[in-house]
């Protein structure tokens, strides 16, 4: 009877155990950078370049050749287009004739005046010696000054036509569309027989450029901040930038300007945050975040290598040896562990058997022993 029932206390206890197994908090173990830890505010926006246009022409007209195509790469004053210049080609050429006609009604109004000098000079001479007479000397003196005055406005005119040939050269050039610095063509804008408008005027009957261009060596990205957290940041300020489309990379960054401008109605501010590596998989408009990190001197130095990093509360310590207890299925192992540093918001970094992924342990009963169902607190 006594074995009956110390049995059946055992079967008690120990059925009651199988059937309730111990309720515990877990975290999982993290594979991140140093300074993704040290991360001191995170704030989401997107890729822009600091030098992006609309190129168009400063003339209106229709688009004769459009040179190039997405994603090629220009120089300063590359050509990007032209539009249909014929009948300005046409007035230029009339116009440089027009030149020519001054210059030599000029010339011939100045060797004119040459003779109408040397004339004036004889009659002069002989008046002057009491052999000519008043008459022919004045006579000759009209014909030398108005010699000169037709000189004075031949040359005015000359300087006239020369202008309107300047005027008409800067009309065809205006026809040419030039890239205004070194960038990428990132979208192209018209086509060949679409009307241009300066200055996008007209859109519905015109396109406003031919192409757009973009600097993708000085990229950033535009996000917002909330008013509570810019005590936090300051010019200069280093971050952390991860882009969505290259999810395998973190770009460095820095906190180029806090625009002096708050929105009231959402209680935020823009930031600037430049990216200072920036590579081929980066262009405008990509959605970004930015982990902006302490100010230097205040972090570690962060080689980018990704470690693993667990919350401290997991960390059991007897004497000088660490261990977690790891989930394994529905029960519990136990695992050594070594911690490296001080904890960082609450994650210390470690080494050990354990991989990312893995599930831990929080605050860990004494309970607890190698083998142990466990089930897990939503």
């Not at 401008?261 to 930031?271: A, L, P, Q, S």
């Amino acid at each position: 009877m006594l074995l009956a029932g110390g049995g059946a206390g055992l079967y008690f206890a120990f059925g009651e155990q199988l059937q309730r197994p111990l309720a515990v908090r877990v975290d999982t173990v993290r594979l991140v950078s140093l300074g993704q830890v040290n991360t001191v505010l995170t704030a989401t926006g997107y890729l822009e370049s600091r030098q992006q246009a609309a190129v168009g022409a400063k003339s209106p007209g229709r688009v004769a050749q459009v040179l190039v195509e997405e994603g090629d790469k220009v120089e300063k004053g590359d050509l990007l287009a032209e539009l249909e210049h014929a009948d300005l080609d046409a007035m230029l050429a009339s116009r440089k004739v027009q030149v020519q006609h001054a210059e030599a009604m000029l010339n011939e109004s100045k060797r004119i005046l040459a003779q109408r000098e040397r004339d004036f000079g004889r009659e002069q001479s002989l008046y002057e010696k009491k052999v000519g007479t008043q008459s022919a000397f004045e006579t000759s003196e009209t014909e030398y000054q108005t010699a000169a005055v037709r000189v004075e406005a031949l040359t005015a005119s000359l300087e006239l036509t020369k202008a309107q040939v300047h005027e008409a050269e800067e009309a065809v050039a205006n026809m040419r569309v030039f890239a205004p610095f070194a960038g990428t063509v990132v979208t192209k804008d018209a086509e060949v027989g679409e009307t241009i408008m300066p200055g996008g005027m007209g859109l519905a009957s015109g396109r406003g450029s031919v192409a757009t261009l973009a600097n993708l060596d000085q990229l950033e990205v535009d996000t917002d901040v909330k008013e509570d957290y810019l005590g936090g940041l300051e010019k200069g300020q280093p971050a952390e930038v991860s882009v969505d489309a290259v999810p395998s990379r973190r770009y460095q960054g820095k906190l180029r300007e806090i625009i002096p401008m708050g929105d009231r109605t959402r209680g935020i501010v823009k930031v600037k945050v430049t990216i200072l590596d920036p590579d081929e998989h980066l262009f405008p408009d990509l959605s970004a975040t930015v982990h902006f990190q302490p100010a230097k001197g205040e972090r570690p130095a962060d080689d980018g290598e990704k470690k693993l990093f667990i919350n401290r509360t997991a960390i059991v310590q007897e004497g000088h040896r660490q261990y977690v207890w790891r989930i394994e299925q529905d029960h519990v192992v136990q695992v050594t562990v070594e911690s490296e540093g001080e904890a960082k918001d609450g994650l210390s970094l470690i080494t050990g058997n354990i991989r990312s992924g893995d599930r831990l342990v929080l605050d860990p009963s004494p309970e607890l022993a190698d083998g142990l169902r466990v089930r897990i607190e939503e």
